[in-house]
């Protein structure tokens, strides 16, 4: 069975009292040994690593509760603390809230885990100059830590609890159920099976109705270890609701949606556009953000605004050419495009090959929509997809 390497920032690391463990290094993409288990790690070693431009060091698996507890007695020394910069310290939290996500998700029976997050978002905070530091952030954790869900909530929880506190005036109690919540507001996809889940191609609709079922799944799970927070529980059940009543899994409309969750809700899908998934490559920061200012109207606007007031690059004008890019699939149909598909679809001349064409067109999209588009594309599909039966069947009983 191959080892499981588990990637460390260098500058969490204090050569003084690290634990015995193995040390390894990153090569042409392979891992060599660096400290065998009972060698001393010593202030040579670590220096000469910086030299060399490591920012990440990696163990065995095996060994990852040991060493999370030496990273956490790293930040708890304040001489330590005084002489790291900003960016290292952003990168050492991050590392501690993702091995504290994937305990959870690995120990989601167990209360324990679930406790060690706030724990862990009371001792910890992030500071960005601007979206450039965050940016940047991001693109180190998506290069360094493999776990799709793993990183993509770690990703939501900072930017949640760095815009939550840069806008909202909010006690350090509230700021922390709401990093929580976004630690956990994923934690119902456990209960999706896996086959779904693992899937690179788009979605059936059965298979997208069970996936909208996760955020009951959630809650249900934080009740059964004991998590009784309101503000994680309206996160959890809330993410995927839409101003515009929409979303799921109430169909919740304008303020009767928490704001704290509408907030994880723009994170979310932040973070979800830039990250690269099995289906779709990522977007770039600006055009997710171009994105989320396409669909306003499932936001609403005093929160979208303090995002984009944060995350909107105001420095250069994009080249008007990207904003009209043609419809295929890695673009998203507008509602106005839906229809004409819709029209096109109904005339009783339809060329078969064309509603072929069309079908791959709308199922390339569903994956990259939200909301009524979704909605209305999901149905588009059915019609087509029907459509097509009936006339292949015409054809056979012709022949």
Same mark, same amino acid.
């Given at each position: 069975?191959?080892?499981?390497?588990?990637?460390?920032?260098?500058?969490?690391?204090?050569?003084?009292?690290?634990?015995?463990?193995?040390?390894?290094?990153?090569?042409?993409?392979?891992?060599?040994?660096?400290?065998?288990?009972?060698?001393?790690?010593?202030?040579?070693n670590?220096?000469?690593?910086?030299e060399?431009?490591?920012?990440?060091?990696y163990?065995?698996?095996?060994?990852?509760e040991?060493?999370?507890?030496?990273?956490?007695k790293?930040?708890?020394?304040?001489?330590?603390?005084n002489?790291?910069?900003?960016?290292s310290?952003?990168?050492?939290?991050?590392?501690?809230?993702?091995?504290c996500i994937?305990?959870?998700?690995?120990?989601?029976?167990?209360?324990?885990?679930?406790?060690?997050?706030?724990?862990?978002?009371?001792?910890?905070?992030?500071?960005?100059?601007?979206?450039?530091?965050?940016?940047?952030?991001?693109?180190k954790?998506?290069?360094n830590?493999d776990?799709?869900?793993?990183?993509?909530?770690?990703?939501t929880?900072?930017?949640?609890?760095?815009?939550?506190d840069?806008?909202?005036?909010?006690?350090?109690?509230?700021?922390? =159920?709401?990093?929580? +919540?976004?630690?956990?507001?994923d934690?119902?996809m456990? =209960?999706?099976?896996?086959?779904?889940?693992?899937?690179?191609?788009?979605?059936?609709?059965?298979?997208?109705?069970?996936?909208?079922?996760?955020?009951k799944?959630?809650?249900?799970?934080?009740?059964?270890?004991?998590?009784?927070? =309101?503000?994680?529980h309206?996160?959890t059940?809330?993410h995927?609701e839409?101003?515009? +009543?929409?979303?799921?899994?109430?169909?919740?409309?304008?303020?009767?949606?928490?704001?704290?969750?509408?907030?994880?809700?723009?994170?979310?899908?932040?973070?979800?556009?830039?990250?690269n998934?099995?289906?779709?490559?990522?977007s770039?920061?600006?055009?997710?953000?171009?994105?989320?200012?396409?669909?306003?109207?499932?936001?609403?606007?005093?929160?979208?605004?303090?995002?984009l007031?944060?995350?909107?690059?105001?420095?250069?004008?994009?080249?008007?050419?990207?904003?009209?890019?043609?419809?295929g699939?890695?673009?998203?149909?507008?509602?106005?495009e839906?229809?004409?598909?819709?029209?096109?679809?109904?005339?009783?001349?339809?060329?078969?090959n064309?509603?072929?064409?069309?079908?791959?067109?709308?199922t390339?999209?569903?994956?990259?929509?939200?909301?009524?588009?979704?909605?209305?594309l /999901?149905?588009?599909? /059915?019609?087509?997809k029907?459509?097509?039966?009936?006339?292949?069947?015409?054809?056979?009983e012709?022949?």
């Amino acid at each position: 069975m191959a080892l499981e390497y588990s990637p460390i920032v260098l500058d969490s690391i204090n050569h003084e009292n690290f634990p015995k463990v193995e040390l390894f290094v990153k090569l042409d993409g392979k891992y060599t040994l660096y400290k065998p288990e009972n060698t001393k790690l010593t202030i040579h070693n670590i220096e000469r690593l910086r030299e060399n431009g490591t920012e990440f060091v990696y163990i065995n698996g095996k060994d990852a509760e040991e060493v999370q507890e030496h990273v956490e007695k790293r930040l708890d020394d304040s001489r330590a603390v005084n002489i790291l910069s900003q960016y290292s310290k952003n990168l050492i939290c991050c590392q501690m809230i993702i091995k504290c996500i994937d305990d959870v998700f690995r120990k989601h029976n167990q209360a324990a885990p679930f406790a060690k997050c706030r724990t862990l978002l009371n001792k910890i905070s992030f500071q960005f100059g601007d979206r450039s530091e965050l940016i940047k952030l991001f693109a180190k954790l998506e290069d360094n830590f493999d776990k799709y869900l793993i990183n993509h909530s770690a990703q939501t929880t900072i930017l949640t609890t760095f815009l939550c506190d840069r806008l909202f005036n909010v006690g350090k109690d509230d700021l922390v =159920s709401v990093g929580v +919540g976004a630690m956990l507001h994923d934690i119902g996809m456990l =209960s999706v099976s896996g086959d779904i889940t693992n899937k690179v191609d788009v979605l059936s609709e059965d298979e997208y109705y069970r996936v909208k079922l996760h955020p009951k799944y959630g809650v249900d799970l934080l009740r059964n270890v004991g998590v009784k927070n =309101s503000i994680v529980h309206d996160i959890t059940l809330a993410h995927h609701e839409r101003y515009d +009543g929409s979303g799921y899994p109430k169909a919740l409309v304008g303020p009767d949606i928490p704001r704290y969750a509408m907030l994880v809700s723009i994170c979310d899908i932040y973070c979800a556009l830039t990250m690269n998934r099995p289906y779709k490559a990522a977007s770039t920061p600006a055009e997710a953000v171009r994105t989320l200012k396409s669909e306003r109207r499932l936001f609403a606007p005093e929160i979208l605004d303090g995002f984009l007031g944060f995350m909107e690059d105001a420095s250069h004008e994009e080249p008007a050419a990207e904003e009209k890019k043609a419809p295929g699939p890695a673009q998203s149909l507008d509602m106005s495009e839906i229809r004409e598909l819709r029209r096109q679809m109904r005339n009783p001349n339809v060329d078969r090959n064309k509603l072929v064409r069309m079908h791959s067109i709308i199922t390339d999209n569903i994956n990259n929509s939200f909301g009524e588009e979704r909605m209305a594309l /999901t149905e588009l599909r /059915t019609e087509v997809k029907n459509l097509l039966k009936s006339l292949f069947a015409e054809g056979a009983e012709r022949q």
